[in-house]
């Protein structure tokens, strides 16, 4: 008797045990290897301009815009649906079905027309019981089943979202996703948007290829900025196949000057962010065009070293971002978050350069190599919101 209430005992430790590791998981095992995003995800999402209002001629539309306009060309692949596609209920059978009254010739119809454009497509879900807007179902508990349905659609990235679960942590949640896409056939890109909550950068890069390091922007400069800080923290942990994301651009929809977007734009760009267009591509004005079309930033974003700048020096409003770029080169931006014009200097001894090093600069904004060259440090005024972007080769 005492035997046996011993072996069951031994069998409940074990299995406590084993559970407890389970659960932890993420931290000792990498689930994910799918091999995407080497460089940073760049294209578009329909969130920011459009919420829920959505349908599949303006996602079809949007496709052409991407290629219209040269977007595409410049990198920008990516064309995502967010929440609201799906009815609310489920088919008998379990599976997600498209909005009837505004997706019905369905998903895979869709991906195959944006895949003949040349470009991907993109879909949402959520690690709950419905999604955020609670007009459609979440993928909690039909992970294997949505998995293998976004991949026989042709899907090829999932943001998946963290509203309405079960209360159980995004580490015991989100892995369930990944292994299922990790069986369904088909590579697909895994944004983990969990909002920064659980510090996903620490976990992030084992179980996704992004993970959302704050709650939702909004088209306004303090809501960018901050942004832009909480995510900075976590720096160190992006890299190739995993990358920080300090959530989708507001560029273009109107609520910052052209100042600020360029900013917003600047630190996207060198924080390796996701470059996710949040507007209506196919109304684009030339302002935006100039600055989301800037291929000499999107070349910073993407470019194959994956190291995340940091902010490396901070006096009052006026800050420094600096990062390593490949073939020896620094990219360096300098933001004057002030409310007026200002001059900001980056020594190199700030930047990471060693002492009495020669460079030509690269003014990514001006378009223009400057004329002479420079030692030991850069200065350089700018407007109230502005930022300058230079990239430096040394010569010596
Ligand atoms: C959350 C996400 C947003 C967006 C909405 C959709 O708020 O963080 O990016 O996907 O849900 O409802």
Redesign the pocket.
Known sequence: MSLCFGRLLLLFVLFSLASALEKDEVYRRNLLTNGLAMTPPIGW?S??HF??LIDEKMIRETADALVQTGLSKLGYKYVNI???WAELNRDSKGHLVPRKSTFPSGIKALADYVHSKGLKLGI?S?AGYM???KTMPGSLGYEEIDAKTFASWGIDYL?Y???NNDGSKPTVRYPVMTRALMNAGRQIFFSL?E?GDMHPALWGAKVGNSW?TT???ADNWESMVSRADMNEVYAELARPGGWNDP??LEVGNGGMTNDEYITHFSIWAISKAPLLIGCDVRNITKETMEIIGNKEVIAVNQDPLGVQAKKVRMEGDLEIYAGPLSGYKTVVLLVNRSRIESQITANWDDIGLPPHTVVKARDLWRHETLNHTFKDKLMAKMDSHACRMFVLMPIA
Do not use: E
């Open positions: 999402n969130w920011n919420n829920c967010d929440d609201c949402y959520d999604t955020c807007s943001k979202d963290n509203c948007c909002w959302r709650n939702d922007i959530d989708m």
